[in-house]
């Protein structure tokens, strides 16, 4: 079936850092593929996607590539905040059948003034 | 817009006794989900609804767990009798058909002592 893997945390960086969170998925078919994001005190939020081979999605400086020859979707960013501390779970959505998101087990990232 | 909105937010029970959590969608979205998340672990897939129907509840534990969605609007999530086990966050999610993003509620965090 379909699953999704991604590196253990927590992790934990300097501000100003380069952040990379591995994902790597699989799946039959072409799923899409996101990032979604817990803030402390919230609940997830999408923070980027992507539907199809070689895209690239990207927000709040965050970007992750959608490869299929090595079925990854890893996530960066060029210089971390504090601010991003929190809680990033990699997920996929498989279609036709429906729309049932598969997340993997979240990676904390803390981020240190 | 009205988020999506689950309660309670926390909620303590002995194993055996009875909880409902409930999930308000954002207006005009037919697909709602339920997940959980237990111990830190990867967030799991429980059922779909589309309106009022359940499209998909593989992901159910057990006979113990009995979801709902009246007339398509609210759903409740019911664990009856609860084990410990059973003890971790709901989430409650809800989207648009074509788009596959979902859009989470905070979460009920749910400890059965």
């Known amino acids: 079936g379909n699953s999704v893997t991604q590196m253990e945390g927590p992790v934990t960086l300097s501000e100003e850092a380069f952040l990379t969170i591995n994902c790597t998925y699989t799946?039959?078919?072409?799923?899409?593929l996101f990032w979604y994001v817990q803030y402390p005190g919230e609940g997830l939020q999408l923070l980027l996607k992507?539907?199809?081979?070689?895209d690239k999605g990207s927000n709040k400086g965050f970007e992750a590539t959608y490869r299929k020859e090595t079925t990854s979707f890893h996530l960066e960013k060029g210089s971390v905040q504090v601010s991003d501390s929190a809680v990033y779970f990699c997920?996929?959505?498989?279609?036709?059948?429906?729309?049932?998101?598969?997340f993997g087990a979240g990676t904390r990232l803390f981020v240190k003034a | 817009e009205a988020g999506v909105t689950q309660f309670p937010s926390h909620s303590v029970i002995e194993k055996g006794q009875t909880v409902t959590l409930r999930c308000d969608p954002i207006?005009?979205?037919?697909?709602l989900y339920w997940y959980r998340r237990v111990m830190g672990k990867e967030i799991k897939f429980l059922l779909h609804?589309?309106?009022?129907?359940?499209?998909?509840e593989s992901g159910m534990p057990n006979n113990r767990f009995l979801a709902e969605r009246t007339g398509g609007t609210y759903s409740t999530l019911k664990v009856q009798p609860a084990e410990l086990e059973d003890s971790g966050v709901y989430f409650c999610?809800?989207?648009?058909?074509?788009?596959?993003?979902?859009?989470f509620g905070e979460g009920s965090r749910l400890t059965v002592l």
């Open positions: 999610a809800s989207g648009y058909s074509t788009t596959g993003e979902l859009f």
């Open positions: 799946a039959t078919g072409y799923p899409s």
């Open positions: 992507a539907t199809k081979a070689d």
């Open positions: 997920a996929l959505s498989d279609r036709p059948g429906g729309f049932k998101t598969i």
């Open positions: 207006s005009g979205h037919d697909n």
């Open positions: 609804f589309v309106k009022e129907s359940k499209q998909d």
